[in-house]
């Protein structure tokens, strides 16, 4: 097992190691497990969507992608709503630009829900587009901060509310490539 660095830096915050490599690639396994029995019955025709939401979902992505056996397309669609540290309450982002979602099924690949706004606004908006079907996939969530009403059908881990980086999850775009998750230091 290898040791996670002590402490980072990134811009003028410091992090500690929180979750170490092997627990995230434990939590995808049981997450991909999920979806393959789930969706065992795809077929090429209705291939179901996998729609990664950039840039923060991307290692998350790419390791589910390893893990799934069923037929599926893969998209990514760019939506936000941090600057910093601190979520802005507003989503900024098109998922309509260049694909049809009409009749589809799509699975939602998220890399942290908190606020849950970006959720909402992506549900809204595939289901405005037609889409037949919306699932949301995340790597983490905070069940002390979510309180929308669309629902999270596959979790791979639930974090308290503090703020985090690595493993795709950036602080003003630095941290995105450690491999773990570090947390903000008190």
């Given amino acids: 097992m290898e040791i996670m660095e002590k402490k980072i830096t990134l811009h003028d915050k410091s992090f500690v190691p929180f979750i170490p490599n092997e627990e995230i690639e434990k939590a995808i396994d049981a997450v991909a497990e999920q979806l393959n029995r789930d969706f065992a019955d795809a077929t090429e025709a209705d291939a179901p969507i996998l729609l990664c939401t950039l840039n923060g979902a991307v290692m998350f992505a790419a390791e589910l992608l390893k893990r799934v056996s069923f037929p599926c397309i893969f998209k990514a669609a760019k939506m936000s709503s941090y600057v910093g540290t601190n979520s802005t309450g507003v989503v900024q982002g098109d998922l309509a630009a260049g694909f049809n979602y009409k009749g589809k099924r799509v699975i939602v690949i998220e890399d942290i829900v ?73």
Avoid: W
Wanted: hydrophobic share 40%; aromatic share 8%; glycine share 6%.
């Fill in 114 to 186: 908190d606020t849950g706004n970006t959720i909402v606004a992506m549900t809204k908006q595939l289901k405005a587009l037609g889409a037949k079907e919306v699932k949301v996939c995340t790597l983490l969530v905070k069940p002390d901060v979510y309180d929308k009403d669309v629902k999270l059908d596959y979790v791979a881990m639930e974090i308290p509310n503090r703020f985090i980086v690595g493993f795709g999850l950036d602080y003003d775009d630095l941290g995105r490539n450690i491999k773990d998750i570090y947390v903000l230091e008190s």
